[in-house]
């Protein structure tokens, strides 16, 4: 088995043996779960060869599957960048608080069963209070209705649910449903984690899912290739976890956007297929589209240990052609990472892009007055539970152990999955982190999506906490504002929970051990696999009934969790003019400040309620306060939704003005359809996040850019706008803005978009969804 630090034999050969009585013709199901959903590998590589034979060039691994997947490769433009693909992905996957609202408008396209394979996972619903399973069964008690929808729903379109207790989505997938060269979409940002077993895997929103529900191809903006080559090979507290943070702060969080992360080198078969699940996972952070390893053995040993081998066998038939990349095929950019010489990093506060390497990290913590004592260490989550990452800070808690320690933080564990959960409780690294001092919690998002009741402090006390999480933004995990929160791999968040120091570096300092000795933590071990295989726990999985007709789905009319959706009014086929603008958003402004998550969750069914947080977190340049705007034809300060609801009942269209990389981080979508339901026309900015920008669009806004980006300095939140040019509305060409400044000449302004001829159609019709429901192509 592989660990994160093992070397292969030998370099991996072009094509890795096969000793089955497989062809490259035979019907290979997808996974164990579905009989009805099978690998298409020979019209994958039909379409590849054709594209191949277009372009005259090699192709990325990358691109392979991405133009595997076209649905004409025969007529589609492909510029890398520039053109927007027409895809069919082999199946989406969705969570339980992104799963309402794309079923919700799915329910309302009238269609009897989904098209591709779907699966619902229940994993974000679920807070941290005390424990795992009383955490569970509170959860089960207050979200009821909604899992009570969700299970109706999925058995009535033909979709499998996922109960709660199953584990998190991407976990979930990557056991599951993740195989070589496929194409899947996921109604979370992280979808990207089953790049660690050789397929592509993007996040979108719900309308996009809703797409793929319905048998329409899924658009995408044709990505460029950003390649990263891996050399040399980690070594002893250095993790797959440090690859993504090295890259993220040498890239930014926005360095990643348009692009698709492809690894190559002979590093990349150092490690394990769960260590590349991790660095996929948090390609999400640099706003990557996504990213990927190319197929090989370690990919190999996690199909087999997870009951796939007749996949891996299969997949090794088309390694050679159609599961690696063409030799001399060329990247847009490449980054070169040497792993002998990676040492462990630190990311954050408030930014997963501000890198520290461990070295450097007593210097800099002190010099930012960042507080040093960690008041909480917490492992797990999507983005590193594996059976190797437990078994590794394991290994560190044990030898702390043997010399009388345990933790001086707060200290957490997330599993995954109930797989990872049932098979470490088996083998006993469960029992290590309870004796070490450790909290297990529920087999959920948990913390890092800010699903946490944290008592251990009062809102506004600043403190330090440490995760082996994905994402740190301000706020996120705990709703604390003072909270620094730092992302690490496992093995140093374990470090340092047992030191409580944030100053503390296991390669070179020393601990005081309860016989008053010094020592030195040792290097964390541990295998890549279990050797007893895994143990799958607890069924929770619910396939669709063979006999769907008698199911009814479950919605109580006066549910305030739960609320069927009316159409979106069309354009009415004029410019907009005279427009307030809602807010000008200061710096940055993430998903979490347009609609957070944590004790909003609850809402993602009703959108009338959801839309209580619309832009609550994101700072008023006005006034440098969140949640506090002027009506400008009042003069009252009210909070966001409160003065849009109120510019919407008088029938005031209006907009937002934002920054760089606007609507970064999730993939929720409420974040698009709450501004649309508040009476929104515009969101104008800087840049935007990928995922964000395509919301938007889906829900019939008008995302823009300024031209000249210093244009935003020179917008007052007290001025009026006006978009002209919308019948004249095409790709490519440019809409002005004019502005009337409250006391001053008006001004003109160039914005920009991204808008190709079907997206300026969504924005005519009102929304993508009521294209689709118009029938017309």
Not at 472 to 499: C, K, M, W, Y
Not at 542 to 563: C, F, K
Request: net charge neutral.
């Amino acid at each position: 088995m592989l660990s994160a630090r093992s070397t292969l034999k030998a370099p991996l050969k072009r094509t890795l043996a096969t000793a089955t009585n497989l062809t490259r013709d035979s019907k290979v199901n997808q996974n164990l779960l579905e009989s009805h959903s099978f690998i298409n590998y020979a019209e994958n590589l039909k379409n590849v060869d054709i594209v191949r034979k277009r372009l005259g060039r090699p192709l990325t691994y990358a691109e392979k599957i991405l133009y595997g997947h076209l649905d004409k490769p025969h007529e589609q433009e492909i510029t890398r960048g520039v053109s927007y693909l027409k895809l069919r992905p082999d199946r989406v996957a969705c969570q339980d608080a992104t799963a309402q609202m794309a079923i919700l408008q799915f329910m309302s396209a009238g269609l009897p069963e989904v098209a591709k394979p779907v699966t619902v996972h229940c994993d974000h619903l679920i807070q941290a209070q005390v424990g795992g399973e009383k955490d569970l069964a509170r959860a089960i008690d207050l979200n009821k209705e909604v899992y009570d929808f969700l299970a109706t729903a999925t058995a009535k379109y033909n979709m499998g649910f996922w109960k709660p207790g199953s584990g998190i989505i991407h976990q979930i997938v990557l056991e599951n449903y993740a195989f070589p060269g496929a194409l899947i979409i996921g109604t979370d940002s992280h979808t990207p984690n089953a790049g660690g077993l050789g397929q592509l895997a993007i996040g979108v929103g719900g309308a996009d899912a809703v797409d793929v529900m319905s048998d329409l191809p899924w658009e995408l903006k044709a990505p460029k290739i950003l390649g990263v080559k891996l050399t040399g090979r980690m070594n002893g507290w250095t993790s797959p976890k440090d690859i993504i943070l090295k890259l993220a702060g040498i890239t930014t969080v926005k360095g990643g956007t348009g692009k698709i992360v492809e690894y190559f080198g002979e590093g990349v078969d150092t490690f394990s297929a769960t260590g590349m699940g991790t660095i996929c996972n948090m390609g999400a952070e640099i706003g990557a589209t996504t990213s990927v390893f190319p197929f090989n053995k370690s990919m190999v040993e996690y199909l087999d240990a997870t009951g796939r081998d007749k996949i891996a066998e299969f997949a090794k038939l088309y390694q050679g052609d159609l599961l690696s990349a063409d030799k001399d095929c060329e990247y847009d950019e490449i980054i070169e990472l040497d792993l002998n010489t990676l040492e462990p990093y630190v990311n954050g506060p408030f930014t997963p892009d501000l890198a520290t390497p461990i070295s450097k990290m007593k210097e800099v913590a002190v010099k930012n007055d960042w507080p040093l004592e960690v008041k909480v260490g917490l492992i797990g989550s999507c983005t590193n539970s594996s059976y190797e990452d437990m078994s590794r800070s394991a290994s560190i808690i044990k030898d702390a152990a043997a010399h009388g320690l345990k933790a001086k933080s707060i200290f957490t564990v997330t599993p995954g999955s109930e797989q990872i959960r049932a098979t470490i409780e088996r083998d006993g690294q469960l029992e290590t982190f309870k004796e070490f001092g450790g909290i297990v919690l529920a087999n959920a998002c948990g913390p890092c999506i800010g699903q946490w009741d944290r008592r251990d402090i009062k809102k506004g006390d600043k403190n330090t906490i440490v995760s082996s999480y994905n994402r740190n933004f301000t706020s996120r995990n705990d709703g604390n504002p003072q909270t620094h929160a730092f992302v690490a791999s496992p093995e140093l968040v374990t470090a340092f929970a047992i030191a409580g120091d944030l100053r503390f570096n296991p390669i070179t300092d020393t601990l005081k051990g309860a016989d008053g000795k010094e020592f030195k933590l040792k290097a964390p071990f541990g295998d890549g696999l279990p050797t007893r295989g895994y143990d799958k726990g607890n069924n929770t999985y619910q396939a669709p009934p063979a006999n769907r007709d008698s199911v009814e789905v479950q919605i109580a009319p006066n549910s305030d969790r739960l609320q069927k959706l009316a159409p979106f009014e069309a354009w009415n086929g004029k410019d907009a003019l005279d427009m307030p603008i809602l807010i000008k958003s200061l710096g940055k402004t993430t998903t979490d400040h347009i609609s957070m998550a944590g004790p909003w969750l609850k809402y993602r069914g009703h959108l009338e309620n959801i839309s209580n947080n619309y832009m609550i977190g994101a700072i008023n340049a006005e006034n440098k306060k969140a949640n506090n705007i002027r009506n400008v034809y009042t003069g009252e300060y009210k909070g966001v939704p409160d003065t849009a609801r109120d510019y919407r009942d008088q029938g005031i269209k209006w907009v937002v003005i934002g920054d760089e990389n606007f609507g970064e981080g999730s993939s929720r979508e409420h974040a698009a359809l709450e501004p649309r339901f508040l009476g929104g026309f515009a969101i104008i900015t800087r840049s935007f996040a990928r995922i964000h920008e395509t919301n938007l669009k889906k829900q019939g806004l008008l995302p823009l850019n300024f031209k000249n980006p210093a244009d935003y300095d020179k917008i007052n939140p007290t001025d009026k706008i006006d978009i002209v040019g919308l019948k004249e509305f095409a790709p490519g060409k440019n809409l002005t803005m004019v502005v009337h400044p409250e006391n001053g000449a008006s001004w003109d302004c160039e914005l920009t978009h991204t808008f190709n001829k079907e997206q300026i159609e969504w924005f005519k019709y009102g929304s993508a969804l009521n294209k689709i429901k118009s029938g017309t192509n």
